[in-house]
């Protein structure tokens, strides 16, 4: 490894240790060595580091943090909506993903003589929603009428905190398109928001009294709802 290379590891090692705030949205905020913030622009000064190097830390590093926060989170989603909904209907739910995630869904739910195929995307993320979908995902929602697309709001020890259902057409409205033969698309990134959603599960079989006792699920939204900004009013 080079000097300038041991220098880089350095900071990436400082900016991985320090997480600031800004790090988890960097892929949206900083898109040149113009946009770096300042704490990398003051320890690249101090490693006497070029500004196309904080750049490619900062990536690199945003990158690392962000594939481990997304499998901790995910997983997590998924569990507390098993949870949830193994609350309302015993015994009818199976978390097909703990095993195998390879079905193109996550959760099945056998309620009332209807099996649903739920795919979770989980944030905690209060002021934009973005999670990536992947091709064979996006295929199986397409070919499966009872697969649905869920986003479940995480509070800060993630448990959860809202919970919605991605409106299928949007899903078709942003796939990529492949042009060619000679390549073709995997996964997708989706920003979307309110406009997107639908709060709750309102799919499922609900009855007045679950409105108060299953809530979140219900409505999207429980007791201890923190504020989600891409989360649609209910009303």
Same mark, same amino acid.
């Given at each position: 490894?080079?000097?300038?290379?041991?220098?880089?590891?350095?900071?990436?090692?400082?900016?991985?240790?320090?997480? +600031? +705030?800004?790090?988890?949205?960097?892929?949206?905020?900083?898109?040149?060595?113009?946009?770096?913030?300042?704490?990398?622009?003051?320890?690249?000064?101090?490693?006497?580091?070029?500004?196309?190097?904080?750049?490619?830390?900062?990536?690199?590093?945003?990158? =690392?943090?962000?594939?481990?926060?997304?499998?901790?989170?995910?997983?997590?989603?998924?569990?507390? *909506?098993?949870?949830?909904?193994?609350?309302?209907?015993?015994?009818?739910?199976?978390?097909?993903?703990?095993?195998?995630?390879?079905?193109?869904?996550?959760?099945?739910?056998?309620?009332?003589?209807?099996?649903?195929?739920?795919?979770? =995307?989980? /944030?905690?993320?209060?002021?934009?929603?973005?999670?990536?979908?992947?091709?064979?995902?996006?295929?199986?929602? *397409?070919?499966?009428?009872?697969?649905?697309?869920?986003?479940?709001?995480?509070?800060?020890?993630?448990?959860?905190?809202?919970?919605?259902?991605?409106? =299928?057409?949007?899903?078709?409205?942003?796939?990529?398109?492949?042009? /060619?033969?000679?390549?073709?698309?995997?996964?997708?990134?989706?920003?979307?928001?309110?406009?997107?959603?639908?709060?709750?599960?309102?799919?499922?079989?609900?009855?007045?009294?679950?409105?108060?006792?299953?809530?979140?699920?219900?409505?999207?939204?429980?007791?201890?709802?923190?504020?989600?900004?891409?989360?649609?009013?209910?009303?």
């Amino acid at each position: 490894m080079t000097a300038q290379g041991r220098r880089e590891y350095l900071l990436a090692s400082l900016l991985e240790a320090a997480d +600031p +705030p800004w790090l988890e949205n960097a892929d949206v905020l900083v898109h040149s060595s113009d946009d770096l913030p300042q704490d990398i622009e003051r320890w690249s000064e101090v490693l006497d580091l070029p500004a196309s190097s904080g750049l490619r830390v900062v990536r690199r590093t945003s990158g =690392k943090i962000d594939l481990a926060r997304r499998a901790q989170v995910g997983s997590a989603g998924e569990i507390a *909506l098993c949870e949830l909904l193994e609350a309302k209907w015993p015994g009818a739910i199976h978390h097909v993903a703990e095993m195998d995630d390879g079905f193109g869904y996550d959760i099945s739910a056998s309620i009332q003589e209807v099996e649903w195929h739920l795919e979770v =995307k989980s /944030t905690t993320r209060r002021g934009r929603l973005s999670f990536f979908l992947s091709r064979h995902e996006f295929e199986t929602g *397409l070919a499966d009428d009872n697969w649905r697309l869920l986003v479940v709001g995480l509070n800060d020890v993630l448990g959860a905190s809202c919970v919605a259902e991605v409106d =299928k057409s949007t899903l078709k409205q942003f796939a990529p398109a492949d042009r /060619t033969t000679s390549a073709s698309w995997e996964s997708a990134r989706y920003d979307l928001g309110g406009d997107h959603l639908v709060p709750g599960l309102a799919f499922l079989p609900w009855d007045e009294a679950d409105t108060t006792v299953h809530s979140l699920l219900a409505l999207g939204t429980g007791s201890q709802y923190l504020d989600f900004a891409w989360m649609p009013d209910r009303s």
